[in-house]
C-alpha cells in the first residue's frame, strides 16, 4: 500500500516536471497565439512623435496631421508581417489613413536573417525618392524563404530596376555606400528600447508621442480598430 502511495507521487512529480520542462516549447510553437497589449508608463515619448519619425526619415502615409499615429516594426523576410501587409494592412490603410485619422509609420526590425539588414537599407534608398511603398510592396509580393538569396545584395538592385521612376545611378550609390545603416540602425534601437525583439511589432500612439499603446504580432483588423478607436477617442 505503502510502495503504491510512492510511486503514484512519484509519477505526479514526475509530470509536472516534463510539463514544465516543455512548456516553453509549445509556447513557441504559437508566437502570437493572443493579441499582446501592454499599455506604456510614461506619458509623452518625444522619439514616437509623428514630427520626429519623419524628420529622421522614416517612411509614412497619411496625414502629418493626423492625431494618432500607428508604427509598424517590421522584417522584409518576415512572413508574419507578410500576412500583416496582405490582410490587415489595407483595412487600416482604408478605414484610418485615407480618412485623415491615422498616420502610417514603417520603421525597421531587421532580424530575421542576413539579408533582412541589406534589404532595409535598399528600403530606405528608395524612401530618399519617394518609391519606399511601391519597393515595400515589390518586395514582399516577391517573398521567398529566409535568407534562400531572393533578397541577396544582386537581387535586391534588380527589384529597383522594376521601379518606375526611381533613378538607379543614386539608388546604388545610396545602396552600395550603406548609406542608411544608421537610420536602420536606429530603429533597431528604438524597437529595443521598447522591448521588442519579434516582428512585426506595433505602437498605437497620439501624434505628440504620448499615450503609447503595444501591440504584437499580425493581428487581425479588429484588434487593431479596437486600439486605434481608444486612441482617438481618448483624451
Not at 502511495?5 to 510553437?29: D, E
Not at 519597393?135 to 545584395?153: C, E, T
Not at 539608388?171 to 550603406?178: A, E
Request: overall charge negative; hydrophobic content about 40%.
Amino acid at each position: 500500500m505503502i510502495t503504491s502511495v510512492i510511486l503514484m507521487i512519484t509519477s505526479v512529480i514526475l509530470l509536472m516536471a516534463l510539463a514544465s520542462a516543455f512548456s516553453p516549447l509549445f509556447s513557441s510553437l504559437q508566437p502570437y497565439p493572443e493579441p499582446f497589449y501592454a499599455f506604456a508608463q510614461t506619458q509623452e515619448n518625444a522619439a514616437l512623435s509623428l514630427s520626429n519619425l519623419i524628420k529622421q526619415g522614416a517612411p509614412y502615409q497619411g496625414s502629418t496631421s493626423a492625431p494618432v499615429t500607428l508604427i509598424d516594426f517590421s522584417d522584409l523576410q518576415c512572413h508574419l508581417c507578410n500576412r500583416f501587409v496582405k490582410a490587415t494592412e489595407p483595412q487600416i490603410n482604408s478605414t484610418y489613413v485615407q480618412t485623415g485619422k491615422v498616420a502610417f509609420i514603417y520603421l525597421h526590425l531587421p532580424n530575421r536573417g542576413f539579408d533582412s539588414f541589406p534589404a532595409a537599407s535598399a528600403a530606405q534608398c528608395t524612401n530618399d525618392q519617394g518609391k519606399f511603398w511601391q519597393y515595400h510592396n515589390l518586395l514582399y509580393n516577391n517573398q521567398g524563404p529566409i535568407d534562400s538569396g531572393w533578397a541577396n545584395k544582386d537581387n535586391l538592385k534588380k527589384f529597383a530596376t522594376e521601379i518606375n521612376g526611381l533613378d538607379l545611378q543614386k539608388f546604388n550609390s545610396c545602396f552600395d555606400s550603406q548609406q542608411h545603416k544608421p537610420v536602420v540602425e536606429s530603429d533597431v534601437a528604438l524597437a529595443h528600447s521598447l522591448g521588442f525583439t519579434q516582428t512585426p511589432s506595433f505602437i498605437i500612439v497620439k501624434s505628440d508621442g504620448s499615450n503609447p499603446q503595444k501591440l504584437e504580432g499580425p493581428q487581425p483588423f479588429p484588434e487593431f480598430k479596437f486600439l486605434l478607436d481608444k486612441e482617438l477617442g481618448g483624451p
